[in-house]
């Protein structure tokens, strides 16, 4: 028989087993808890970083990280993938050989199918303003902007379906269920409105696009951070009071309810849900008031609604304007994240949205102009007011279109290989190109760009750094660009 040694004699021992074991729970556990609140040694450099949310205040404003360039952001976002070869990506040589095959490629087979022959631009391209910058006759108003754009040529996508493609694009991820760019924004930095949300989204005209509010969705950050979506022509839900309800008594009733809320707030100190929940009626209060006074454009003059088309023959048109010069107001007035919609799904497949499968040419020339003039007006507008001087603006659409068309149709198919994204304002080059396609404008081939790249650009001119901008959810470390993504520092101004 074998003698113990020490140590089996110790496990043997039953109190000192006991011992032992709840030591090691215990180390276990306090690993565990300091590892979720990233306690632990690790490289402070890139450490989570957590924006101090006041419950009472959940949308004051908060420092950034690093100093911004950008206070604000605008991001317009086209619906229905618009292709980036009939707008402002040009291939000389996609017009040299019209009608002939891809070369390299045998019977190409795309999202709906086969496809056929490369076809040219349905429109012709021209150099604009001192840059010489080619874009084309589609949309020659923004075409005039040229020389205050950063074009990347050369952006990617993971998906070749609008609905996860418009997901990644607003929130990083294809999957439902994550926070989008607005929300994360909204978050990190609140507001300098104190009686309008920190973040909008102004669906078009036509109605909302094919992932809805998934756009801008707050997912698994606090509720309070997710976008507030209305328009010009639909203001937001539920504010007025019914008319039965005279003022004085609603007046009293608000009142009432807060000393109420407060009083118990006293009792309950620590309830945070409470404070939030105070927090969000008062906004509500406040919205009564300023969101009819922002949604009331019939005091700009009427040259301002001239140049943003308000009075259009077209409907639509008319009502982009409108919405356009609404993100002008809420910009102006502090509102941090405007996302601006252009196209709808309701309509079907590039009936009310850029998703030009079948006929291009006669779809892109209704969508075209609905656009470019409110669009160019509201940049225009923004530079002449100087709040493109820390605003942002980003233009995106959820990918491109193919250089050729489908078979036996006169459209192009989706084409997440490679397409085209810009900015304007704060922080970014004017009259700059990054990356490129190939000679076709099919696939990304320098420089190549990721949404991941696109979204760790915005929040670096906002002063975020998208490594430590994070919240921790189930387990996992979330951030708006997940493990990826790169500041793009060729664009920086």
């Known amino acids: 028989m074998s003698v113990l040694s020490l140590m089996g004699q110790r496990i043997l021992a039953r109190r000192d087993f006991l011992f032992d074991a709840a030591m090691g729970m215990g180390g276990i556990a306090l ?16 450490s989570p970083l957590r924006p101090l949310v006041r419950p009472e205040a959940p949308l004051a404003a908060r420092p950034a990280q690093f100093t911004p360039r950008a206070s604000r952001v605008l991001m317009i976002f086209c619906s229905g993938a618009v292709s980036h070869v009939d707008t402002f990506d040009y291939k000389p040589e996609l017009v040299k050989r019209d009608g002939q095959p891809l070369p390299g490629v045998d019977k ?15 429109w012709q391209f021209k150099p604009r303003g001192e840059s010489g910058k080619m874009i084309s006759d589609l949309l020659p108003n923004l075409a005039e902007l040229a020389d205050d754009i950063c074009f990347i040529h050369s952006m990617t996508a993971k998906s070749n379906t609008h609905g996860p493609a418009e997901n990644q694009m607003s929130t990083g991820y294809t999957l439902d269920g994550f926070p ?22 102004i669906p078009d005209p036509r109605g909302v696009p094919q992932a809805a509010s998934n756009n801008w969705n707050s997912a698994f950050l606090p509720a309070v951070f997710q976008g507030t979506p209305f328009n010009a022509d639909k203001p937001i839900a539920n504010l007025n009071r019914p008319p039965e309800i005279p003022a004085s008594t609603d007046i009293a009733t608000r009142d009432f309810l807060k000393r109420l809320n407060e009083r118990h707030l006293k009792t309950h100190p620590g309830d945070t849900d409470l404070a939030a929940r105070i927090a969000s009626y008062e906004l509500a209060a406040k919205l009564q008031l300023r969101a009819a006074e922002v949604s009331d454009l019939s005091g700009e003059s009427l040259d301002t609604q001239t140049q943003y088309g308000l009075h259009d023959a077209n ?14 107001r809420l910009l102006e007035r502090g509102v941090r994240f405007v996302q601006l919609f252009n196209g709808a799904y309701a309509m079907g497949e590039g009936v009310g949205n850029w998703d030009g499968h079948k006929t291009l040419k006669t779809q892109y020339s209704v969508h ?7 669009a160019a007006a509201l940049i225009r507008d923004l530079k002449r007011t100087g709040l493109l001087d820390d605003t942002l603006v980003v233009w995106v ?47 990304a081939v320098d420089r190549v760009a990721t949404i991941y790249d696109l979204h760790a650009t915005i929040l670096h001119l906002l002063g975020l750094d998208h490594e430590r901008l994070s919240v921790y959810h189930n387990g996992i470390e979330r951030r708006l660009t997940d493990v990826h993504g790169h500041v793009l520092k060729e664009i920086l101004s």
């Open 31 to 46: 690993a565990s808890l300091l590892q979720q609140e990233r306690l632990l040694g690790s490289d402070e450099s890139k």
């Open 108 to 122: 190409l087979v795309t999202f709906q199918g086969e496809n056929g022959n490369l076809v040219a631009p349905q």
């Open 180 to 201: 989008s760019v607005g929300a994360w924004v909204s978050y990190a930095l609140g507001s300098e409105a104190t009686d309008l949300p920190a973040f909008v989204a």
């Open 315 to 328: 409907s639509t048109k008319a009502g982009f304007g409108r919405n356009c010069l609404l993100a002008r």
């Open 368 to 374: 075209g102009p609905i656009l470019d003039q409110p």
């Open 397 to 443: 659409t959820e990918f491109g279109r193919m250089p050729t068309f489908q078979k036996g149709a006169s459209g192009r198919d989706h084409n997440p290989k490679g397409f085209t994204a810009w900015m304007a304002g704060a922080g970014v080059k004017r009259a700059f190109s990054y990356g490129a396609t190939d000679d076709f404008g099919h696939m």
